[in-house]
């Protein structure tokens, strides 16, 4: 997912959403593309899910991520009541399961999210550092 993200000039950060060891939902960062500054994988792939499963909650399910979501993304996670995150690289700038923010078990929210991070981090993180380098190159020609 990411890299279909990358194919089309987008930052590449991929996401999909599985319950009951099914692959429910997909996404893939697509603001530019759609003209939507909310078009992040993990929206993407949660409001894909809420129609697949005829609900916005997504009780029991688990989404895997590229990078550590965001704060828009981190609020729409909790609301779905998501119960498991897992995702590759940390995002120390604007991460906020657990860097700039800890949102994850945030009291002021009504339901906290196990997560778990750094899984194929280097994987993960060389996708988006290679992505931004190959961005700075191309401005400096």
């Avoid at 129609?51 to 997504?58: A, S």
């Avoid at 899984?119 to 190159?137: G, M, N, P, Q, T």
Wanted: hydrophobic share 45%; with cysteine; aromatic share 8%.
């Amino acid at each position: 997912m990411a890299q279909r993200a990358e194919e089309y000039g987008e930052v590449p950060v991929g996401a999909v959403l599985v319950k009951n060891e099914r692959c429910i939902s997909e996404g893939w960062n697509a603001p530019i593309q759609r003209h939507d500054p909310t078009a992040h994988a993990e929206i993407i792939a949660i409001r894909q899910a809420g129609m697949v499963l005829e609900n916005y909650r997504l009780i029991d399910s688990t989404l895997y991520v590229t990078l550590e979501p965001c704060v828009m993304c981190m609020g729409a996670i909790s609301n779905a009541r998501i119960k498991r995150l897992v995702f590759g690289a940390f995002d120390p700038k604007r991460g906020a399961v657990c860097n700039a923010l800890s949102l994850s078990d945030a009291s002021f929210l009504n339901h906290s999210v196990d997560w778990n991070g750094g899984v194929l981090e280097d994987e993960c993180s060389a996708l988006i550092v290679d992505f931004f380098r190959a961005k700075r190159d191309k401005q400096k020609l």
